[in-house]
C-alpha cells in the first residue's frame, strides 16, 4: 500500500469531545509524522520515532518546523459578498444591508461578474485554510452553478445554497423572486448540486443547503413551503442555514421586528413551523442535524433548549458582531445548554476570511463579558469550535474534523516563518516550566498569530486543494 507522510508539530483534538472537554482532548506532537493511505485516509497519526516500519517507505512531506491542523470550518461565510466586506452603512445590520449588501448582492446577476466572484472566493478560501464551509449563496442560479463549479475544480468542500428572498424592500427587488420560483429555484439546485461529485452524499464535497436569508426576508407562505419541500429532501441529507437573533436593537432591531411582523414568542418559532400568530404552528419544521443558524447573540433559554433537543447547530460569528454592533454571543449560557458551536467569519460582515482571526476575536470578546459571564477560552476549546466544532456542526465529524484513524485527512500546513511577528513569537516567547500549560501557550500564540501568509499548503481528503 502506498502512503504519504507528512512530517510536522501536530495539533488536534482527538475524539468526540464536548467543547467543555477539548483541553482533555487536546493532543499535541512536537515532532508528528501523519500517514495517509492513497485514498486520503488517515492511518497513522503519532510520534515519527513510533512510525510503524511498514509506512517509513512512503512519500515524505517535510513541513518542519511548521504545524499540521485540522482544516479550518467556517459554518457562515456569504459567497455574494465577495467584494463587499468593510461596506459603511451608517447604521447596524438592517440599515446596513438595504444600503450596501442588496445592492452588491445584485451585481451577481452578470454572468461574468459572478464567475468572477467565484473564483476569488474560492482562492481566498484556499489562502485562509478554509477546507469546509457553510455558505450563504447567491440568488442568481448561475451564480451557484459558477460557484460549486469553481469549488469542485479547487477539491474543497462546501455547503451552499441560493439565498431565498420573496419580500423586501426597493433594492432587494433584485434578488426576490415569486413564492412559486422560490421552491422551483431550491429544487432545482438541489437536484442538480447535491453531492454531484460524486453522486452520494456520504462520500462528496459538494451539498446543498435551503437558505431562507432571514425571516424578514420571505412570508408565511414561503416558510410553509420550504418545510415541505425540506421533509422531502431531509433522508437526502440537504442542509437549512439561515441567521437567527442577529441584532437586538429595541422596537427597531432585527429579533423586535421579527417578532412583531410575525407575532411569534421567539425569533426560533419562526425557522420551527410555528409561525403564524401566538407561535401557532403553520407548517413543519426546518430544525435538525444538518441545521446551521448564525450569530444567535440574543437566544432565549427556550431557545437554545430547542435548538439543542433537535441537533440544529449555532454558528459563532464575533468578527461580524462587533463590525455590526450586534452584541456578544454569551458563552457560558450557550455552552451550558448543550448546543454544538462553531464558528463563522460572516465575511461580509465579518472583514476576515481566516478562522484564527475569528477564534482570537472570540478570545478577546468573551473574556470581557461583564462579570461572572467573563472567560478565559482555553486554547483547546478555540481549536476545538474551528475544527472539530464545524465538522459536527455539518453532521460529517465521522469523515474529518481531526486525525483521528480512517478519517479523511483534512489539514493545513503552518509555516511560521511566512509571518515573522509569528516566528519570532514562537521562537522567543517564554514557556513555562509545566509541560501541559507551556503547550497550551504555544498553541495560543500559534492560533492567535496565524495569517495568510502563515498557511503554505491546504488539504483536502489528503489532496492539495489548488487555486486558479
Given at each position: 500500500m502506498a502512503t504519504h507522510l507528512h512530517l510536522g508539530h501536530i495539533f488536534h483534538i482527538a475524539g468526540a469531545p464536548k467543547v467543555t472537554e477539548a483541553a482533555a482532548a487536546l493532543v499535541s506532537i512536537p515532532d508528528g509524522a501523519l500517514v495517509l493511505d492513497d485514498d486520503g485516509r488517515i492511518v497513522f497519526c503519532g510520534d515519527r520515532a513510533e512510525l510503524p516500519f511498514e509506512y517509513e517507505s512512503g512519500t515524505v512531506y517535510d513541513h518542519r518546523p511548521g504545524f499540521l491542523l485540522p482544516g479550518f470550518v467556517d459554518t457562515h461565510v456569504h459567497f455574494p459578498q465577495t467584494y463587499a466586506g468593510d461596506s459603511y452603512g451608517g447604521g447596524q445590520l438592517l440599515e446596513w444591508l438595504t444600503l450596501c449588501m442588496f445592492p452588491s448582492e445584485a451585481k451577481f446577476a452578470d454572468p461574468e461578474f459572478a464567475q468572477q466572484a467565484a473564483v476569488e472566493f474560492t482562492n481566498r478560501r484556499i489562502s485562509a485554510g478554509t477546507t469546509a464551509a457553510m455558505v450563504f449563496g447567491s440568488a442568481f442560479p448561475h451564480a451557484q452553478d459558477a460557484l460549486f463549479t469553481e469549488t469542485q475544480k479547487a477539491g474543497l468542500r462546501i455547503v451552499s445554497g441560493r439565498g431565498i428572498q420573496t419580500v423586501g424592500d426597493e433594492t432587494a427587488q433584485p434578488l426576490m423572486t415569486s413564492e412559486e420560483d422560490a421552491i422551483r429555484l431550491t429544487r432545482e439546485e438541489i437536484d442538480k448540486w447535491h453531492g454531484a461529485d460524486t453522486g452520494d452524499v456520504d462520500t462528496a464535497l459538494l451539498h446543498v443547503a435551503?437558505?431562507?436569508?432571514?425571516?424578514?426576508?420571505?412570508?408565511?407562505?414561503?416558510?410553509?413551503?420550504?418545510?415541505?419541500?425540506?421533509?422531502?429532501?431531509?433522508?437526502?441529507?440537504?442542509?437549512?442555514?439561515?441567521?437567527?437573533?442577529?441584532?437586538?436593537?429595541?422596537?427597531?432591531?432585527?429579533?423586535?421586528?421579527?417578532?412583531?411582523?410575525?407575532?411569534?414568542?421567539?425569533?426560533?418559532?419562526?425557522?420551527?413551523?410555528?409561525?403564524?400568530?401566538?407561535?401557532?404552528?403553520?407548517?413543519?419544521?426546518?430544525l435538525g442535524r444538518r441545521t446551521i443558524l448564525a450569530h444567535c447573540v440574543h437566544c432565549q433559554d427556550v431557545e437554545l433548549e430547542r435548538m439543542a433537543e433537535t441537533g440544529t447547530s449555532v454558528s459563532h460569528c464575533p468578527i461580524s458582531q462587533l463590525f455590526l454592533g450586534s452584541?456578544?454571543?454569551?458563552?457560558?449560557?450557550?455552552?451550558?445548554?448543550?448546543?454544538?458551536?462553531?464558528?463563522?467569519?460572516?465575511?461580509?460582515?465579518?472583514?476576515e476570511w481566516l478562522i484564527p482571526r475569528v477564534l482570537g476575536d472570540a478570545f478577546k470578546v468573551h473574556i470581557t463579558e461583564p462579570g461572572d459571564d467573563g472567560v478565559s477560552m482555553h486554547p483547546a476549546e478555540m481549536l476545538f469550535v474551528g475544527t472539530l466544532g464545524g465538522a459536527r456542526a455539518l453532521d460529517m465529524e465521522n469523515r474529518f474534523g481531526n486525525f483521528d484513524l480512517g478519517k479523511e485527512a483534512d489539514f493545513v500546513v503552518v509555516d511560521p516563518a511566512g509571518t515573522p511577528a509569528l516566528d519570532g513569537l514562537l521562537r522567543n516567547a517564554f514557556r513555562s516550566a509545566d509541560p501541559e500549560l507551556a503547550r497550551d501557550q504555544t498553541l495560543f500564540a500559534l492560533l492567535m498569530g496565524i495569517r495568510e501568509t502563515s498557511i503554505t499548503e491546504v488539504y483536502v481528503a489528503g489532496k492539495r486543494a489548488k487555486s486558479s
Open positions: 435551503i437558505i431562507p436569508r432571514f425571516s424578514l426576508s420571505v412570508t408565511t407562505e414561503t416558510l410553509k413551503n420550504l418545510g415541505e419541500l425540506y421533509d422531502e429532501v431531509r433522508d437526502r441529507g440537504v442542509y437549512v442555514h439561515s441567521h437567527l437573533n442577529e441584532n437586538n436593537r429595541p422596537g427597531t432591531g432585527e429579533v423586535d421586528s421579527t417578532k412583531e411582523t410575525y407575532q411569534v414568542n421567539s425569533y426560533l418559532d419562526t425557522y420551527d413551523g410555528k409561525f403564524l400568530p401566538g407561535s401557532a404552528v403553520g407548517g413543519k419544521s426546518l452584541g456578544t454571543m454569551p458563552w457560558k449560557r450557550t455552552v451550558a445548554s448543550g448546543v454544538t458551536i462553531s464558528v463563522g467569519t460572516d465575511f461580509g460582515g465579518g472583514d
